[in-house]
């Protein structure tokens, strides 16, 4: 039965412009709707196992969208940031207050722009993108990670500490979730042993360039007060809770 209350919406633009998705997927059009934050929302924002087992924010976006059919597992991370800024803009206003070297600073979360793509490399919808390394000469294919794989990567780094608690293979790890080929060779087994024994380290500084050159996502960067150069928008335990 349909409900006698309304809640209000907004329509939110995605970095990827959805150029990234099957034609099939609601986010193919490029933008999602979302809904501002109820009573419900904040039962999930303060559920203390959710905050403990770090699904408290996935939980909340998911609860927020409103667009139908959308498979969160594959939202672009740089799509995910918007929405994620949306999300804090809907519950608690666009005015953002933080502490950056002990001073107290504001910053207006609505003038954070997506970063400008360059749409000639988004073709055939395909995820996937050559590179070759400039000082190896080898050539590679790589996507840009999804929700999915970053819970992928996050999973594998918790085994692999589990193995040795002094390991810190953060790097590799996300290059070898990333990275789809080298030289043609797709086995992930051929990447892996790239990736841990030939993969420069200056070549792997140049992908990760390359990465956030062309990757879509939110601008987080921000001019503040005594502060030369525009720093990354730092987001701390006020960004969803700011009573805390």
């Given at each position: 039965m349909e409900s006698k209350f309304k809640l209000?919406?907004?329509?939110?633009e995605l970095p990827s412009k959805g150029l990234l998705y099957p034609e099939d997927s609601p986010l193919a059009k490029g933008t999602i709707e979302m809904k501002y934050m109820t009573a419900k929302e904040e039962?999930?924002?303060?559920?203390?196992?959710?905050i403990a087992d770090g699904t408290v924010i996935d939980r909340l976006?998911?609860?927020?969208?409103v667009t139908k059919d959308v498979d969160y597992n594959?939202?672009?991370?740089g799509d995910k940031n918007a929405i994620m800024i949306a999300a804090r803009?809907?519950?608690?206003?666009?005015?953002?207050?933080?502490?950056?070297?002990g001073n107290k600073t504001t910053v207006d979360l609505s003038k954070l722009d997506n970063k400008p793509i360059d749409e000639t490399l988004y073709t055939g919808r395909k995820n996937e993108f050559s590179f070759t390394l400039p000082n190896s000469g080898a050539t590679l294919t790589y996507k840009l990670l999804?929700?999915?794989?970053?819970?992928?990567?996050?999973k594998e780094l918790e085994g692999l500490k589990k193995i040795d608690k002094k390991a810190s293979p953060e790097v590799t790890t996300r290059l070898k979730n990333?990275?789809?080929?080298?030289?043609?060779?797709?086995?992930f087994k051929d990447i892996r042993d790239f990736?841990?024994?030939?993969?420069?380290?200056?070549?792997?500084?140049?992908?990760?360039?390359?990465?956030?050159?062309?990757?879509?996502?939110?601008?987080?960067?921000?001019?503040?007060?005594?502060?030369e150069e525009d720093v990354t928008l730092p987001i701390g335990i006020s960004f969803f809770w700011p009573d805390a």
């Open positions: 209000p919406t907004e329509t939110v039962d999930i924002l303060t559920n203390r196992n959710y976006l998911k609860s927020l969208i594959q939202i672009l991370v803009i809907l519950a608690y206003g666009k005015d953002y207050e933080f502490s950056y070297n999804t929700h999915q794989d970053e819970l992928l990567i996050e990333m990275i789809t080929s080298v030289n043609g060779y797709r086995d990736i841990d024994n030939y993969l420069l380290a200056k070549d792997a500084r140049a992908l990760r360039e390359e990465y956030s050159r062309i990757q879509p996502d939110v601008d987080m960067r921000v001019n503040i007060s005594d502060v």
